[in-house]
């Protein structure tokens, strides 16, 4: 079974700072998906990712299949963007891995 | 139409009642999930459908029954449950194959068992 380990737990940013959540994972995938959580809320798909890089708005993920890790980054922060950032994995037909998240704090 | 519709949103029920969370999808999806998400924990699977068959049951408990009526709706019946049971409930649908698309997630049924 694959393993997906996320860094850092936790983080808290200032307004306009520039941020980087990284995801590792240990088998080879057919995707990798980031995810948002707002407290209290449902989950909202951001990225789904096989290679390369994208980009939304402030966000954009990357992955490295070589090194079997991708990593989030997010321009120009915001506190709307406080959320926990889910990273998870598939292979083929099998359902979703996910990490453990990373919560993530931007103050004013 | 590109969204998953949970119903109720909120729920509360005795452990003798007998309730059911409500999924819906309209993107033709051949593929739908329930999971189960305790605070600040990652969400953990309970049941897959794949083209409106179950395919994955990861050793829930009984009193947890799911339901896929149509490839457009799942079901969760719920009976005899436990405190210990109280989390949100997600649901999330897919494509059959990745390289077709990501997951979907409703917002949820937050579920509290007095």
């Known amino acids: 079974k694959n393993e997906v380990e996320q860094s850092p737990q936790n983080l808290t940013a200032q307004e306009g700072e520039f941020i980087t959540i990284n995801c590792s994972y240990s088998?080879?995938?057919?995707?990798l998906h980031w995810l948002q959580q707002h407290p209290g809320g449902g989950i909202v798909s951001l990225f789904m990712?096989?290679?390369g890089k994208k980009k939304h708005g402030r966000l954009i993920a990357t992955i490295n299949i070589q090194e079997k890790h991708s990593s989030l980054h997010i321009t120009a922060s915001h506190p709307r963007d406080s959320a926990v950032y889910i990273c998870a994995v598939n292979s083929g037909n099998t359902p979703l891995v996910f990490g453990k998240g990373t919560r993530l704090s931007v103050i004013a | 139409d590109t969204e998953v519709t949970q119903t109720p949103k909120h729920l509360v029920m005795g452990m003798t009642n007998k309730k059911s969370l409500k999924c819906e999808q309209h993107?033709?999806?051949?593929?739908m999930y329930w999971y189960k998400q305790k605070a600040k924990k990652p969400p953990e699977l309970m049941f897959v459908?794949?083209?409106?068959?179950?395919?994955i049951n990861e050793s829930v408990p009984s009193r947890f029954s799911p339901e896929c009526p149509n490839s457009s709706l799942l079901n969760l019946h719920l009976h005899a449950l436990q405190p210990e049971d109280s989390a949100l409930y997600l649901c999330?649908?897919?494509?059959?194959?990745?390289?077709?698309?990501?997951?979907?997630f409703g917002s949820g049924t937050r579920l509290t068992v007095v």
């Open positions: 088998v080879g995938i057919s995707a």
């Open positions: 459908y794949s083209y409106e068959k179950l395919s």
């Open positions: 993107m033709g999806h051949r593929a």
């Open positions: 999330a649908s897919s494509p059959p194959t990745p390289d077709r698309g990501g997951y979907t």
């Open positions: 990712l096989s290679s």
